[in-house]
């Protein structure tokens, strides 16, 4: 029996979690947006049966429809609400990253998940790459031997035109600057592959060209991680004149790999003391084209988020991975703010705490 879907927010990225969700036959039950032309489009955009539910209000689509899962692809900003409200109403969830603006909406969305035996899942695609998934398993395998250092660089183009579109973009209350919209995918991969654990962070941050928004576009950390390895954070969106590329370092005592292209979709170095396969090969096998930097990766999401409801098990990737990415991006917003390291666990922050620091 397929889970019954519904879609709440139906902007920019929606249309890959629709195709997503018909691609893992699921029934979509509503789709909700304040803006009605939104979801006229979507509907027009995948031939949806004309019936489709329409909402522009969430809480009338939880008491109608009761959907068994929720994707929430709103403005980042509303994003904790919306998903304490639907893990509620008793639905699992896909939340588009970050998971929310906020730790403290970030635990309550983890814990009460537990309670009421919801699955929640954040939406880092990207860790579905083939590219990643190979890295993974050398990690997973200790190829590596000792991890030394790990970089993640960002360097994107994001211009007047992109923040025009939804006004919400780069605002403190909604949105977070470019490390936390363009960038925690790969800060999220980042910290996965080192280890998860954190001991101290040091973060500068700037806006230098987009004077209309309130975040920075401009991000630079250092990161120490408790295993004693380090990480390199440098995300930007003023790369001229477009996005130029998303890459991904691993440097161990016993293996180098760097992942490219244009959402870290291509092994671009593959080298390993044990030789166990052929690094020719594996750039090869493990390469993928996608027409844009969403990628490949929400589909496969799905998948696993379906099979973790149906088998009853957690996600691949989990709520508390969402909360280790929004964590981190904090941690380097603190440090920069205050001009000193900012040690782990962070405790009660928020992206309003930084409201006014660019102001010209």
């Known amino acids: ?45 995948f031939n949806l049966p004309s019936s489709t539910p329409q909402y522009t209000d969430y809480h009338e689509l939880l008491k109608n429809e009761q959907p068994d899962l929720i994707a929430i692809c709103t403005e980042s900003g509303n994003h904790g609400q919306i998903a304490l409200d639907c893990i509620e109403a008793g639905s699992h969830l896909i ?8 730790l403290k909406e970030a635990d309550q969305i983890i814990e009460r998940a537990k309670e009421k035996n919801v699955k929640v899942s954040a939406c880092h695609q990207n860790r579905f790459n083939k590219s990643i998934q190979k890295i993974r398993e050398a990690v997973e395998e200790d190829r ?6 790990g970089a993640a660089h960002i360097r994107w183009n994001r211009g007047e035109d992109y923040y025009k579109q939804a006004p919400w973009r ?22 996965w592959m080192m280890g998860n654990e954190i001991t101290e962070v040091v973060g500068m941050t700037d806006n230098l060209k987009h004077e209309n ?20 954070v440098e995300g930007t969106t003023n790369i001229y004149p477009t996005n130029l590329e998303e890459t991904l370092y691993i440097f161990g005592e016993k293996g180098t790999i760097k992942a490219g292209g244009k959402s870290v979709n291509l092994i ?6 044990d030789h166990l396969d052929n690094p020719e090969e594996v750039k090869e096998k493990y390469q ?32 508390e991975d969402g909360k280790r990415a929004l964590e ?15 040690k782990f666990p962070l405790e009660n922050c928020s992206t309003m705490d930084f409201k006014g620091r660019f102001n010209r």
Not at 10 to 31: D, F, K, T, Y
Not at 95 to 102: F, M, N, T, V
Not at 213 to 232: H, T
Not at 310 to 315: G, V
Request: net charge negative.
């Open 328 to 342: 981190l991006v904090l941690a380097i917003y603190k440090s920069a703010a205050e001009g000193k390291s900012v």
């Open 213 to 232: 928004i309130e975040a920075e576009d401009l991000g630079i950390a250092l990161i120490k991680f408790a295993n004693g390895s380090y990480g390199i």
């Open 95 to 102: 939340i588009e990253k970050p998971i929310a603006l906020s």
């Open 1 to 45: 029996m397929s889970l019954k879907f519904a879609l709440i927010g139906c902007g920019r990225i929606s249309p890959n979690h629709i195709a997503a969700a018909l691609e893992n036959n699921l029934e979509i039950v509503g789709l909700c947006d304040i803006v009605k032309e939104n979801i006229e489009d979507k509907i027009n955009k």
């Open 288 to 319: 993928e084209n996608p027409p844009n930097v969403y990628g490949f990766g929400h589909n496969p999401l799905y998948a696993d988020v379906v099979d973790a409801i149906q088998n009853d098990r957690e996600p691949y990737v989990t709520a």
């Open 170 to 191: 780069g605002t403190w209350e909604q949105d977070g600057g470019a490390l936390m919209n363009q960038c925690i995918h790969n800060i999220d991969l980042l910290r």
């Open 144 to 149: 590596f031997g000792r991890l030394l250092h």
């Open 268 to 273: 671009e170095e593959w080298q390993f003391a």
